[in-house]
């Protein structure tokens, strides 16, 4: 029992007298007290407890033994982590040092690539920099002494404005002079080289003439001119000369509305592109024109009727520069007299045709007709105005009228209008399109447009590169509208909100049994002023579309409306000679077909699509509550 006690004891009593961790102590005990069992059991004595004393005796001191072992093992950490912290320290101080490099570098890098960005700045300011100039001698400079004179008699141009402007690519600066009393003009000494001179009246009037008025003289001042060099120019003229206009007799031109027109006057050779100014002129009277010079110069006409007609409907004038026709060379004298300009008209320029009713011993005489030259077209922002805004763009096309008038035979000659290019596009030939004032097979007063190119219009071309048009009046149509209760929308809880849209497409067959596509047209037609319309067609196979715009009350929804969109359609057979008529009943629903239908409040004022339809009589949800 002692003997058990013993050796139980002694490993916990060296562990505790080891200091260090639990696991060490405890295995450096039990080493230890293994080592004291073996050697006991080898003692020769019976008494277990002096065996033990023999053994310990043998061994040595347990704990000083404990005490060794302990320092042994900690020694191999305690060297382990100092070798750690070496390494550690070694580490640090290599990426240290690697950091300094790496940043000593990139300083270095930084400031040779700063001065290599100078040395290149520094290499391109000295490349740019022009070289100096190698000095040349002066160029000579000439005074130049301008007279002005006014013909017929030469005397000074008082007060007139003389500009200067160099021709070369030296730079000079422009110069603006005024003629003193005597009419001469001196100017500073000027740079030898081209001049282009240019001169103007003190009366002249930019608001009502040609801003290029007046002359221009292309002239030279050269070295072997000396310091100075007189210009004797005429600039003006105090002869009024009466102008006339030779009209052809075969133009059937009538004479009331293409009476006003325009005239100018250019000499480019004997007076340096003279121009004089724009001046309205009578066509078939004598007109008085005032200041231009005396020699020869090109006449040149714009006719009347020339406008931009914007595609909402506007019509403005315009004056475009190759809408001028020229009138040849005229000799404008050098004192008061007549002078004459004359129109030639090309056979390739002729429009001729004759119109009749049934046959040609029934002419259409002395009757007024309007022919639309379509010159042009292009497209432009819209300017401020009523009925334009200045975000969008807004088509235009240059239309060019002429007014003829019918002789006793139902002929007549028209001059077929150039055509223009606004855009840039080269010309191309005008399209045509021809109004008279016609009649219903009953007599009410109509009139028709039509292009060329369709019945009752036949089109030939002649052998002279001319166009002749064969019209029979006779062989139109006539159909009437009858729009019926108008009156009785109210009483319904309706409104109409639009003009009512009509439009046309008639279908003929020829003697050679080809079905022709006469043109498509389109009207409005305002049912508070008439409810009855007329209209001449062609005859033939007619198509007429109807589209009715109605505003229509709920009782269920008093504060909304449903704006509805009708749509009916007639196909109607015309016939020469004769009257076809269709009955539209607006109060009715049948027949109609249902091709928008949108909730508005009341009275809101919503403008319909009068072209648009989406050919679904699907309506939309009424508002919420309904």
């Avoid at 073996?38 to 004393?53: G, H, L, M, Y």
């Avoid at 020694?75 to 040092?97: E, H, K, N, P, Y």
């Avoid at 100075?228 to 075969?250: F, M, N």
Wanted: proline share 9%; charged share 25%.
């Amino acid at each position: 029992m002692a003997e058990g006690s013993n050796n139980q004891l002694l490993p916990l009593q060296i562990a505790s007298a080891v200091h260090g961790p639990t696991s060490l102590r405890e295995d450096i005990a039990d080493e230890i007290a293994d080592h004291l069992a073996c050697r006991t059991e080898e003692e020769p004595c019976e008494d277990p407890a002096t065996a033990q004393a023999a053994a310990i005796r043998a061994f040595g001191d347990p704990y000083r033994t404990a005490r060794e072992l302990r320092a042994i093992h900690l020694g191999d950490l305690i060297m382990f982590q100092r070798i750690m912290v070496a390494a550690l320290v070694v580490i640090v101080a290599g990426m240290a040092t690697t950091a300094y490099f790496s940043w000593s570098a990139a300083r270095r890098s930084s400031e040779q690539a700063a001065e290599m960005n100078e040395r290149l700045v520094s290499l391109m300011e000295q490349q740019l920099a022009p070289e100096p100039a190698e000095e040349e001698p002066p160029l000579p400079m000439v005074r130049l002494k301008i007279y002005c004179g006014i013909a017929p008699s030469d005397e000074p141009a008082r007060g007139h404005t003389v500009h200067l402007t160099h021709e070369g690519q030296e730079p000079v600066k422009p110069g603006t002079y005024q003629t003193d009393a005597t009419g001469w003009v001196t100017t500073e000494p000027l740079k030898t080289g081209r001049y282009v001179l240019t001169s103007s009246p003190p009366d002249l009037n930019p608001g009502t003439s040609d801003t290029t008025a007046g002359t221009r003289w292309y002239f030279s001042l050269k070295p072997e001119d000396g310091k100075s060099k007189e210009v004797h120019i005429t600039v003006g003229s105090r002869c009024v000369h009466q102008l006339t206009i030779d009209i052809p007799e075969a133009l059937s031109w009538d004479r009331e509305a293409m009476n006003s027109a325009r005239i100018r006057f250019i000499d480019n050779v004997t007076r340096m592109s003279y121009r004089s100014e724009v001046y309205p002129v009578q066509l078939f009277e004598s007109n008085r024109i005032p200041g231009l010079l005396p020699g020869p110069a090109k006449a040149e006409l714009l006719l009347p009727n020339l406008v931009k007609r914007w595609s909402n409907g506007d019509e403005e004038p315009v004056n475009t520069p190759n809408t001028w026709y020229n009138l040849g060379e005229v000799e404008i004298p050098a004192e008061n007299g007549p002078v004459t300009a004359k129109l030639e008209l090309a056979p390739k320029e002729q429009i001729t045709g004759i119109i009749y009713d049934g046959s040609r011993d029934k002419p259409v005489a002395n009757t007024r007709i309007t022919l639309e030259f379509e010159l042009g077209s292009k497209k432009e922002p819209r300017a401020s105005g009523p009925r334009r805004t200045p975000t969008s763009s807004i088509s235009y096309y240059l239309i060019g009228t002429e007014v003829l008038r019918t002789d006793d035979e139902g002929r007549f000659t028209a001059l077929r209008m150039r055509s223009v290019s606004p855009g840039g596009r080269p010309p191309s030939p005008p399209h045509v399109g021809m109004s008279i004032s016609w009649h219903t097979p009953d007599g009410k007063a109509l009139s028709l447009y039509w292009p060329p190119a369709s019945p009752p219009v036949k089109s030939f071309k002649i052998a002279t590169g001319g166009t002749f048009y064969d019209i029979d009046m006779s062989t139109l149509a006539a159909m009437r509208l009858k729009f019926t209760g108008v009156d009785n929308l109210s009483a319904l809880g309706k409104r109409i909100i639009a003009a009512p849209s009509v439009s046309w497409e008639a279908r003929i067959h020829t003697t050679s049994g080809d079905r022709v596509e006469c043109p498509f047209w389109q009207t409005k037609i305002d049912l508070s002023e008439q409810q009855e319309f007329d209209a001449l067609l062609f005859p033939g196979e007619c198509t007429v579309a109807v589209r009715l715009f109605l505003a229509e009350q709920d009782e269920r929804v008093p504060e909304f409306e449903q704006h509805r969109d009708y749509y009916q359609r007639y196909e109607v057979p015309t016939f020469p000679g004769e009257i076809a008529e269709i009955t539209i009943a607006v109060d009715e629903n049948e027949g109609w077909k249902l091709e928008k239908s949108e909730w508005h409040k009341r009275g809101e004022h919503v403008t319909p699509n009068a072209t648009a339809g989406n050919r679904s009589e699907a309506a939309s949800s009424p508002p919420p509550g309904s």
